[in-house]
Every structure is written in C-alpha cells, then in structure tokens.
C-alpha cells in the first residue's frame, strides 16, 4: 500500500470521526486523565529556623542587579529613588508595573511557586491580606535577614514594625500604607459627608460606588453596623452581608468598583464611592472635585509589603533596595509622588524642610500634602482605623462567600 | 519506507499539538473539577461530582445570563454584520480591501483598551451623553453605563468584525452569475435575494455564529468594564473562582458546565439550519 497516493488511507486520516473514534479518543482521554488525577499538592510551610535562615543568607551573594514588580504609580516617573540606589550601590535594577490586585497576581505565581520555579522578581508587594497570608504559609517568601537592614530598624516606624500579620516582620516590610475610606464628588454632594450611612442614603440612589473586593466591602458593611472587623465572628459577616444586599437590592449602588472606582467618582458617574487615600490625594491635586473622609464609624487601614519571593535570583540586592528605601530621604522621595502613608516618619521633617525652599504652588502643594491627616494620620485618626478580618483558609471560604453573593450577582 | 510514513510525519504536529494543548489541559481540569480541598492543604481526588450541583446551585443565574447576553448580542451582530457584508462584497468594487481594513483597524489596539474607552465615551456626563444632556434630549439622570445595554452593546462591538468577515467569505463567492440567472427566469430581486444568495451565504452566517456567540458568551471583560450591580457573566465567576478565591475545583466545574452547554447549543442550531456536518460547514463556508 502507498499511502500518499492511497486515497481511502487519506479519507480516513481526515474525514470525520466515527463512534469507534470516539470511544478510542476517550480512552486516550482516560489515560491522561489518570495522570492528572494526582491532584494538586499542599505545601504548607513550618515556621523558619533561625540557623537555616542564617545557612541560607551566609550563601547568597551580591550580583549587582534586581528585578523589583510592584503596583502602578508606585514609583515617580523618573525612577528617582531608584536611580539614586544604583548610584550609591552600583546595583543595576529593572522595575516592573505588573501587580494590579493581589487575588490575580498570587493566582498567577501560584502554580510557578508552587512548581518551585522562580517568578523572575526579587521583589514583589502586596497587601496585608489573605493572599500575603497564604504566601507566607505556603512558604513562597524568603525569611529576611535583619542583620542586613538597618535603615528599617533605625527609621520605621514603631507601628509598622508591630504587624499582626506578620509578626517582628520576619517575611515583609512595609512600603507603603494607605486608607480606605470615602470619596465624593463636591460638584454633585452638597453636603460634607461625615458618616459611613451617606453611602445608604437613598438620596444618592444609583449613584453610590463600592468595592467588589470581598475584604474591603466587608469591613464597610460591618462599620455601618457598627461591628469592629477585627473581633468579628461568622454571624457578623452574615448581619453585614444582609445589609450590604439590603443596599443593592434597594437600587443604591450603581456598581463594584475594582481599581476604576476613581474615574468613576471623578467623571461623576458615581457621586460617592469607597475609596483609597492616595488616588483621591492624586486627583485632588490635579484639579478634580473629589474629596477623601474617613468615617466617624471607621475606615480601614492598610499596608503594602516588599517580600522577597523563593526563588529569586537576586536575593542580596533585593534587601539592600529594600533597606535603602528606609533611608528618609529616600520615603520622602516616594512620599510625596506616591501620597499615601509612609512608613517612615522622618519623611516628614525632610518634607518640611523642602517646603522652605519651595515657592508658589508647588510650596502650597507641598504644605497640604504634610498637613494632611491622610498622609501622616495623628494618634487619633489611627484609632479610627481598622485592619482586614484576619481569616483562616475555611473561614476565608465562607467570608468569600458571604460578599462575593452581593457584589457578583 | 520512507512514503509509508510521510502522512503520520507530516499530521505529527498537529497531533502533537492537539494533546498537548487540548486533551492535557482538559484531562487535568476534568481531574480538578471533582477534587475537594483548598489552597494551603492541597486539592485531592475524591470524585466530588457535588460540586458540579453545587456550582449549578449558586451559579444558574449567571449561566443563563451569559448564554442569553450572548445569543442577544449574536443576532444584533447578525443584524448589522449582514448588511454591512453584503454592501462590501456586492457594492464595495475594487475599495473592498480598504472597506475590509478600516473594519479590522479597532482591533490594533488591545480588547480591554477598547472596552474601557467604551466606558468613557458612555460616560454619564461624557462626549455622547453629556452632549445630549445638554441640548436637553436626554432625562439628567439617564446612563447606559452599568445597565444590560451596555454589556450586549460591549459583545457587539468587539465581536462584529468576526461576524463580518465569515459571511464576506461566504458572499464573495456566491458566483453574480447565478443571481442574474435567477433574474432571467423572472425571479424579482427579493426573491433572488432570498432563494439564492441567502441560502448560499447561510454557512458563512454558521461560521459567525460559531465565532462569535461562544467568546461572547464566555466573555468576563464586557460586563465587569461596562456593567452595574446586576450584570455579571459567567466568565466572571469563573474568573474570581480561580483567581480570587482560588477555588479550582469550582472553577473547573463551571469552565466544563460551560464548555457542555455551549456545544450542546451549538449541536441543537446545526440541525434547526439542517447542517449535517458542523465543523465542516463552518470549514467549508
């Protein structure tokens, strides 16, 4: 038989398939299957020992370079702070914008981190939630080496060094913190808005933004109840959750907003919204009738951390970027671009201290940006602030659940 | 020996590429989708089929919404797709590459992009709306955004071009002879219209259909960019069941729930248009 020039042969290499096929495609499928029946492994993690931890520093070696992933305008335009690090260190860096939330980007490294291949970062930051939990229970962030940041030692603040989520900060540091709380727009409210009820106010029908992370969204809901987040139980979170449909269902929300909130409230197609500190500061700035409260009954505080992810292939020069961006000069540097809270408080003399030389608008600027209870919170503001829930992996299924039944209906 | 051989070497890729791509990643998400367990212990095997009546449960809503988000917005593109091909096949005279062009110029820039500059030209106070506000045609507190129009209005507009480009294949062969063969046995232009070219292009309609309805209806961008409260697909789900709350299992059911229903959709309309074969009339069109 000659198969080119076999015509039967060729009709049945490319005619459509029979039932016998069909039966033989699925015992192929079966085969693969079978492979793939082994599941995915668990790999929690035991709490580091401090001698491995030493082994693993004391092999590590500078290599002159770094790769540092963080989130969108978290870094002013010219690099500046970094520019400065490569000059005083010689180490070489690559900075990357491609964390937009945590629940993707820990959805996207898990499987490499998980297949013990490296994700390519030395740095990465993310939220004090349950997604950085999960990296440092799965053991996917390197232990630090506190012999070799003095910088945070010496100017962190004594708040960011006392974290419940990652407790004498043996796997983050802090880079940045920030609130959530209420923004509106002054062109639309007539009012000043003081309290978390505005946004069930069914005068604003239509015209209230919230946040679809499940997180965010549940702490308002428990805040307009009165409930303190970080002491709730189950039954809590079904109380919020029911108010929070009360609120959809009576029309008020226009939408859940992820990171687009923003240019929702600032076009005017929400009047009032959940909001973060920061992007409301930015927009203020830039002209934009939007104003930041945080409400008598409560707003959220919360903190971005720099980790070191396993596997990274510059792990030396990670921690040294991460040390020098504890210099003061260097936060102040990033403070005044970034505008959310700074975990170093001498930021704020070096700011002061540049006010003096400045002149017109840019000193005016300068002047609200450090007299802004947003950016440097008193003792009083701090104790309107509240953290995330802290949840277990069951609890976590459950709280998902609850709020994830009102905003993706 | 050598020409034994030459059609299994040459199909080799194909093959290759078909397990690779297709039969693994399906297998291993048919595995998934009956393990039970979470992100931190590990998923194990216990043939739960719970949670395919468990996702179903939860999520019937956003599974038919989607499938009729997406059929609506498949016979709107049938609607302004036909026409529009029709002009360029049979009107568009030696412009017809340029007229095929400027329909494939939105897609140099990137999906998301599109969709979100959708969300500022439907602004409630913005270019359009705004516009109309003013000269007082339009109630103030009137929007598109946030509503079910603008998800389908969304799935039209990013999908119409591959509705268009399937029924210009299938019209530009349609031979103008035969049309003026038609004429000349006293058929009217209607009836040539409906007798002749019609049924000649109906594969290409098919192979629109296919292309479209399915990423239409699989599509999380459109209502998450463009919707309110009440809008969510199931792509959606799908994706804050895998992504969010790192629920794989779920995820897996739902993706092949999905993936069923579309096939099984697309079965039932090959036999209401009397196609026999499927994929080769999409093949063939």
């Known amino acids: 038989m000659d198969p080119v020039n076999d015509l039967a042969f060729l009709r049945g290499m490319t005619q459509s398939r029979t039932r016998r096929d069909a039966f033989r495609i699925a015992g192929f499928s ?10 995915v492994q668990g790999k929690k993690a035991a709490p580091p020992k401090a001698d491995a931890v030493k082994d693993f520093w004391a092999k590590q070696k500078q290599n002159n370079q ?9 870094m002013p335009e010219d690099k500046g702070p970094l520019e400065k690090f490569k000059a005083a260190t010689g180490i070489s860096y690559e900075y990357k914008e491609v964390i937009n939330e945590n629940a993707e980007f820990f959805g996207k490294a898990d499987p490499v981190l998980r297949a013990g291949q490296p994700l390519g970062y030395d740095i990465v930051v993310m939220t004090n939630g349950v997604q950085l939990q999960h990296m440092i229970e799965l053991g996917y962030a390197v232990p630090l080496d506190h012999a070799q940041l003095p910088n945070f030692n010496a100017n962190a603040g004594q708040k960011y060094k006392e974290r419940g989520y990652d407790p004498g900060n043996t796997y983050t540091v802090p880079y940045t913190s920030g609130i959530t709380g209420i923004a509106y727009n002054t ?10 009820q505005s946004l069930f106010d069914p005068k604003y029908k239509g015209r209230v933004g919230m946040m679809r992370d499940a997180q965010e969204i549940g702490n308002f809901g428990m805040y307009a109840l009165g409930i303190d987040p970080e002491k709730s139980t189950q039954a809590d979170w079904e109380k919020a959750g029911a108010k929070l449909k009360e609120q959809r269902d009576a029309g008020l929300v226009r939408k859940y907003y992820d990171q687009d909130y923003i240019d929702a409230v600032s076009k005017g197609d929400v009047y009032l919204t959940m909001a973060w500190s920061g992007d409301v500061f930015q927009r203020q700035l830039a002209g934009e009738p939007v104003k930041f409260v945080v409400p008598e009954e409560g707003g959220t505080i ?7 992810p396993k596997g990274a292939a510059n792990p030396v020069d990670a ?3 991460m040390d020098f961006l504890y210099q003061p000069e260097a936060a102040a540097e990033l403070e005044e671009f970034i505008q959310y809270v700074t975990p170093v408080p001498k930021a704020g003399d070096i700011l002061r201290a540049k006010v003096a030389t400045l002149k017109g608008q840019e000193k005016k600027d300068l002047e609200t940006l450090i007299g802004s209870p947003l950016i440097f919170p008193t003792e009083a503001d701090y104790a309107k602030l509240r953290t995330y829930t802290k949840l277990t992996t069951a609890q976590e299924q459950v709280f998902n659940r609850i709020f994830q039944t009102v905003t993706q209906a | 020996m050598k020409g034994r051989l030459t059609p299994y ?8 590429w078909l397990a690779i791509f297709l039969v693994v990643p399906i297998a291993a998400m048919a595995s998934v989708s009956t393990q039970t367990g979470n992100v931190i212990d590990g998923f194990v095997q216990t043939l739960s089929f719970s949670n395919y009546t468990d996702a179903l449960g939860r999520y019937s809503n956003q599974l038919l919404r989607s499938l009729w988000y997406g059929g609506l917005a498949t016979v709107v593109m049938i609607v302004i797709g036909y026409p529009v091909a029709y002009w360029i096949a049979f009107k568009g005279g030696n412009r017809k590459s340029m007229y095929l062009f400027l329909l494939l110029l939105p897609f140099f820039v990137s ?10 030209l439907l602004a409630d106070d913005g270019i359009l709306l705004g516009t109309l506000k003013n000269w007082g045609l339009l109630p103030s507190g009137f929007h598109v955004l946030a509503t079910t129009v603008a998800v389908v209005g969304g799935l039209t507009y990013n999908f119409l071009p591959f509705m268009i480009l399937p029924i210009y294949v299938a019209l530009e062969r349609v031979d103008p002879r035969v049309v003026e063969a038609a004429q000349d046995l006293y058929a009217s232009k209607t009836a040539a219209f409906r007798r002749v070219v019609l049924p000649l292009s109906l594969p290409g309609v098919f192979a ?3 292309m479209t309805f399915v990423p239409a209806t699989a599509d999380p961008v459109n209502s998450q960019i463009l919707g309110g409260t009440e809008n969510t697909m199931i792509g959606n789900i799908i994706q804050t069941e895998y992504l969010v709350n790192n629920n794989y299992p779920t995820a897996s059911a739902l993706s092949f729930t999905l993936m069923a229903v579309l096939l099984v959709g697309i079965f039932i309309y090959a036999r209401a248009l009397g196609t026999e074969n499927v994929l080769e009339a999409a093949a063939t069109r």
């Open chain 1, 319 to 321: 921690l040294k970027l």
């Open chain 1, 66 to 74: 770094v790769v540092f992933a963080n989130w969108p305008e978290y």
């Open chain 2, 9 to 16: 070497v040459l199909a080799f890729p194909a093959w290759f």
């Open chain 1, 30 to 39: 079966a085969a693969a299957l079978a492979l793939a029946a082994c599941g």
């Open chain 2, 111 to 120: 999906f998301v992009l599109r969709t979100i500059s959708w969300g500022f």
């Open chain 2, 208 to 210: 629109g259909v296919l």
């Open chain 1, 187 to 196: 062109k639309y409210v007539k009012e000043d808005i003081t309290s978390i």
């Open chain 1, 302 to 308: 919360w903190t971005d951390n720099m980790l070191i």
